[in-house]
Every structure is written in structure tokens, then in C-alpha cells.
């Protein structure tokens, strides 16, 4: 089991979708929003909930930046994680990162047409 933790809205299809798709290719933890414990909603943003978050030991990643990483925890992201690290030096990068998550937050409905999972929020307990 990794020492991070993926929390993310679990009220949301297409969050779940990616939860899930993360969760089943590395060994993060991952909770969601309505599953938080005290130690851990502690360690988060007062607006935690605008945005996914991975929680190490260490720090709180947020939003672009917490999917990016989970994604290099992924086995299909560990190659990029060379390419990650460089990348976060430009500050032009972590503008790009962040502007492209909140387009894709934004439009979750959208997205959800695509890809998405009945979240654990709005399973019956009969699921």
C-alpha cells in the first residue's frame, strides 16, 4: 500500500471513472470526498472540494497537479515521471496543467457521457 491518497468527488461519474482507472494501476489510496476522516479533511484545503487531491506524508498536491501525480504513480505514468519533473520548473507548465484540469472539471458532465461510473455517493447499498 502507498503512503498517498487520491481523494476525489465521489458524487461524480467521471471523477469515479478516473478514481477507479488510478486506483486499479497503482497502489494509492484512494477516498472520496464523503468517505474523509478527520486526520485527513484536517490536511486539505478549506476548498477542498473544487478540486481532486493526492496527499503524501510530505505535502497536499492539488487539482492539475494531484492528477499529474497520481497519473506517474500509475504503471503506465512511471516512465514520464523524468518528463514531469523537468516540466515543473516552467511556470508556463504549471499554468497549461492547471488550465487544462479546470477546463476538464468544468465540463464533467460532458466528459461523463464519455467516460463515467456510477459514483459510490449514489450507489444503492443492494449495488
Not at 486506483?23 to 490536511?43: C, H, P, Q, Y
Not at 497549461?96 to 484540469?101: F, I, K, S, T
Amino acid at each position: 500500500m502507498s503512503d498517498a491518497t487520491l481523494v476525489y468527488d465521489d458524487d461524480c461519474g467521471f471523477c469515479t471513472w478516473w478514481a477507479d482507472f488510478i486506483g486499479e494501476r497503482s497502489d494509492l489510496e484512494i477516498v472520496g470526498f464523503s468517505e474523509l476522516d478527520a486526520d485527513l479533511l484536517a490536511r486539505l484545503p478549506d476548498d477542498y472540494e473544487s478540486c481532486s487531491h493526492l496527499v503524501t506524508e510530505d505535502t497536499v498536491y492539488s487539482c492539475g497537479e494531484s492528477i499529474e501525480t497520481a497519473l506517474t504513480h500509475t504503471e503506465l505514468g512511471k516512465p514520464a515521471q523524468p518528463l514531469v519533473s523537468f516540466l515543473r520548473q516552467f511556470e508556463d507548465y504549471e499554468r497549461v496543467r492547471e488550465r487544462a484540469y479546470r477546463r476538464v472539471a468544468d465540463n464533467r458532465s460532458k466528459w461523463g457521457k464519455v467516460m463515467s461510473k456510477t459514483p459510490p455517493a449514489r450507489r444503492n447499498s443492494s449495488d
